[in-house]
């Protein structure tokens, strides 16, 4: 069994567990706030991280980014269990994998409008910032561990694909723990990409609605310490599939989809009934929403409990899928009895084209503890991937 240990976790909604869980789980507020940060001029809910974070004056230049600001962040909140671990286990027998999509493309921005302006690169600028292993390699520096440290970067599937691959390491004897999940950070560039698809909603994004009209953007971080030392909640199964549809559209029928839930299934050793709880990739685009609705009403019917978080935080990309693992995290802890379960946001506009899912309203809660959650994350390109969690006690 691959446990997850410990989690630590900044998004729109706060950067302390606590307070994340009850504003995700008691009070069902979200953290968007309409700012023209990333498209000047045209002012857009976005899901920003305003907590103070630590200084990266001691790294190397080219690990110097507000990237990795925010991983340092993470980090600390669950340093001393990193650290016991590599007391436990030794530096070389942990490893480190995250997910992202930007790195330090933010500070190539600021660079080339310093550029711009003055006609030369600041002094404060390497093009390293913005290369996508950098959040790997500060974690592992900082921790100074000598177990593999890499980044997967495959759009919004890419922290939910790490935890699958710190599961595979541990699973081939390669490392006895993992520091895994993802981070992203808001910037022009990804604003601007997704406006050109015409993908980003000017209100609070509305998953599953006959009125969606598209994303909000946000950042985060969240990461996990696994390992198969017993905690309260492990990742019990992970399915991925590449189906390669259409480079920016998912496949209309959701077959890599269902591949990818019917595999994280089967490696839990769980039958669709046993899903207690499924928190939707739900970006509220009109063909993801289309696609995924389908595709989980083909599979486990339209009993299940199920929502989107994003109307809470944003779509933070490359992180959605640690922070939405963090928030099945959330609500599988001893002190959710009664299996509150994390709200869908939206305006009650069903759409007659979609399957009817049970989307969990605010206050929606199991009458027990949550036992089973899945979780999807689809990107781009067609990469799928889902992961299952169970409560082990």
Not at 202 to 220: D, K, M
Request: a negative charge; hydrophobic letters at 45%.
């Amino acid at each position: 069994m691959l446990y997850l240990n410990d989690c630590a976790l900044l998004c729109a909604l706060g950067d302390e567990r606590d307070a994340i869980a009850r504003r995700l789980l008691d009070e069902a507020e979200g953290g968007l706030a309409v700012s023209d940060a990333c498209s000047p001029g045209r002012p857009l809910p976005l899901g920003r991280v305003h907590a103070a974070l630590p200084s990266v004056d001691h790294l190397p230049l080219a690990l110097r980014s507000r990237n990795n600001q925010l991983a340092l962040a993470a980090l600390a909140g669950i340093r001393p269990a990193v650290d016991a671990a590599i007391a436990r286990y030794g530096a070389g027998r942990v490893g480190v994998v995250v997910g992202t999509s930007t790195s330090g493309v933010a500070a190539t921005e600021g660079a080339l409008a310093a550029r711009a302006a003055t006609g030369a690169l600041p002094d404060w600028f390497h093009y390293g910032q913005q290369e996508m292993g950098a959040p790997a390699a500060l974690l592992a520096r900082e921790l100074g561990v000598g177990g593999p440290a890499y980044v997967h970067s495959s759009a919004c599937s890419s922290s939910a694909k790490a935890l699958a691959s710190a599961a595979r390491l541990i699973r081939m004897g390669l490392c006895d723990a993992v520091v895994t999940g993802g981070v992203d950070t808001l910037c022009g560039f990804t604003v601007a990409g997704f406006s050109a698809l015409e993908s980003v909603s000017a209100a609070r994004c509305n998953p599953l609605s006959a009125a969606r009209n598209g994303i909000n953007l946000g950042e985060g971080a969240a990461l996990f310490l696994m390992s198969r030392e017993p905690a309260a909640v492990a990742l019990c199964g992970w399915g991925e599939s590449s189906d390669g549809h259409h480079m920016s559209a998912p496949d209309p029928a959701g077959g890599g989809a269902r591949l990818a839930m019917r595999d994280a299934l089967r490696r839990a050793g769980i039958e669709p009934a046993d899903v207690d709880y499924i928190n939707l990739h739900g970006t509220a685009t009109v063909q993801n929403d289309a696609m995924e609705s389908r595709a989980v009403a083909d599979l486990f019917g339209t009993d299940v409990a199920v929502s989107s978080t994003k109307p809470f935080t944003g779509h933070t990309l490359g992180a959605a899928g640690a922070v939405e693992a963090a928030f099945c995290w959330l609500a599988m802890q001893d002190d959710n009895p009664d299996g509150k379960l994390p709200p869908h946001l939206w305006d009650g506009a069903q759409d007659p084209a979609l399957p009817a899912l049970n989307v969990a309203r605010p206050g929606t809660r199991l009458g027990r503890p949550l036992r089973w959650a899945l979780s999807n994350s689809f990107a781009f390109g067609g990469s799928n991937a889902t992961l299952v969690f169970g409560r082990t006690r």
